[in-house]
C-alpha cells in the first residue's frame, strides 16, 4: 500500500525550547521523510510490495540481493524509522510512567544505566544509523543501535524506542556533538508515556 508522510502530532515549532528546532523539523520531516515516501511509492509501483504493509515490506526485503529491492528495503525502513521518531518525541510525557521505570530497572539496573547504555551505541553507531530500546521475541528489554535504515523488525523484536544519529537529525542544533544530542533527546523530547504504550 502507497506510503504516507504523517503529520508532526506537534507543530514544527513545538520542542524548539527543548533542543529541537523548527528548522530542523523542516528539513528532516519536511525533506528528507517526505523523501523516504516519494522514493519509496515509485519503487513499490508495480512490483509485489505495492500491496503490502511497510511492515512487511521491510522485513520481505532486508537483506535482499537485488538493487532494487535494497532500494525498497531502504526507503521503506527509514520510512518506518521516522514516523517512529516522530511520534515518540513530544512536549509532554516527561515523566516515566511507573510500569515503564520499573522494567527498564529490571532490565540495566536502573534508569540512569538505561540511558547511559542508550546514549553509548547511540554515540558508538559509526557513521549514519540509528539507537533503539527493543523488546525482544523472550519478552527481554535491550539497548542496540544499527547502521543505515535497518531496524527492530529485522530481528524480530519490538522497537519501544528509536533515536536517529544519522547526522541530519542534529547538525543544525548540535553541529557535531551527537553526545550532547544523545543526551538532550532522552532528557527532554522523549514522550515517557509513548514509549511506555509500546511495552
Partial sequence: MAFTLPDLPYAHDALASLGMSKETFEYHHDIHHKAYVDNGNKLIAGTEWETKSVEEIVVGTYNATAVAQNGIFNNASQHWNHALFWDI???????????????????????????????????????????????????????????????????????????????????????????????????????????????
Fill in 89 to 199: 518525541m513530544g512536549p509532554g510525557g516527561k515523566v516515566m510512567p511507573g510500569a515503564l521505570e520499573k522494567a527498564l530497572v529490571e532490565a540495566f539496573g536502573s534508569v540512569a544505566k538505561f540511558k547511559e547504555d542508550f546514549a553509548a551505541a547511540g554515540a558508538g553507531q559509526f557513521g549514519s544509523g540509528w539507537a533503539w530500546l527493543v523488546k525482544d521475541a523472550s519478552g527481554a528489554l535491550k539497548v542496540t543501535k544499527t547502521e543505515n535504515g535497518v531496524n527492530p523488525l529485522c530481528f524480530g523484536q519490538t522497537a519501544l524506542l528509536g533515536c536517529d544519529v544519522w547526522e541530519h537529525s542534529y547538525y543544525i542544533d548540535f553541529r557535531n556533538k551527537r553526545p550532547a544530542y544523545l543526551s538532550n533527546f532522552l532528557d527532554k523530547l522523549v514522550d515517557w508515556e509513548k514509549v511506555a504504550a509500546r511495552l
